[in-house]
């Protein structure tokens, strides 16, 4: 009997229609879960750019979309399918959403490091290499994290560093190979930007943000960076600029969250440099914004 006609695998049409299927209930759970991504600490799965900038820990509402049982199953079925059919591009894919979905990068990326053998200019799987690879960055930086919120040693301390350190590189390996690709995401710079400043290279932050910041959709969160990235090499003057353009310009409205945070910054700076005209109209335009921000959405 031919080996193919033993595997517990579909045929291609209903093996097109399960992947549909489960694409229809990730996109669900992804609005219903929208701030819980796998940068917030969610569970993994395909990231817009965008959402690699949120580190919000995870909550019980991330949940698994299937029950256990179906995924053990499953998954079972298909790691022994592709040992007869180890060129079954789909097969890998969906083996790799079920161990991404079940919280396990380290086995998604071993599945995917597999297929991209048989495949290697299959650009799904570069991506989603990519993804698991800051998947498991990141799952570690939680898992130090939350050991460190109970233990306080050097040994943890160090762990915790070189976590963050290895999160921050990540971000800069990843998104370096997608502008390489493409240079057309610039919303990547921004991301770029983000992960240079978490590790404290400053001067390269302000290079990557002059790239983007006359953007007008990046051009809030730019300035925002741009201004504390001054702030951080100890340059006030030089950082109220940009700080006034993520808060205070009209022609390109920042978001409320981005508003209150530089107003706050623009404030400190007014104390330090004693400046008490210009303090005040800031306090008064952070009062107007934190009032804006604490209504109900």
Known sequence: MDS???????????????????????????????ALGPMNGGRWRPVRP?????????????????????????????????????TDLDAFLEL???YRSEDRPIEAKRVL??????????????LEIEEATLARSRQQLREVTDLASRLNTPEVTQALKRSQTDWACRR????????????????????????????????????????????????PQANLLLGRSLLAMGKDMQAMAPLRAASLRRAVPAPIRIRVIALRLLCEIAERLGTTVTLQRYRQQLTFAEHELSKPS
């Open 96 to 98: 790799a959403r079920i």
């Open 50 to 86: 965008d959402e690699l900038l949120r580190k919000r820990a995870a909550t019980t509402a991330d949940q698994p979309l299937e029950p256990p049982k179906v995924h053990l199953q499953r998954r079972q079925e298909l790691e022994q399918h592709l040992k007869l059919r180890p």
């Open 113 to 126: 490091l597999q297929a991209i053998q048989a495949f290697p200019k299959e650009v799904r799987l570069t």
């Open 4 to 34: 193919a006609s033993e595997s517990p695998i579909p045929p291609p049409s209903e093996l097109e229609s399960r992947h549909a299927m489960h694409a229809m209930g990730s996109d669900k759970a992804s609005d219903e879960t929208e």
């Open 172 to 219: 800069m390996d990843v998104c370096r190979a997608r502008l390489a690709r493409d240079p057309e995401q610039r919303q990547l710079h921004l991301i770029l930007a983000e992960a240079l400043f978490d590790s404290g290279m400053f001067e390269a932050t302000i290079e990557e943000l002059e790239k983007i910041v006359a953007i007008d959709e990046l051009s």
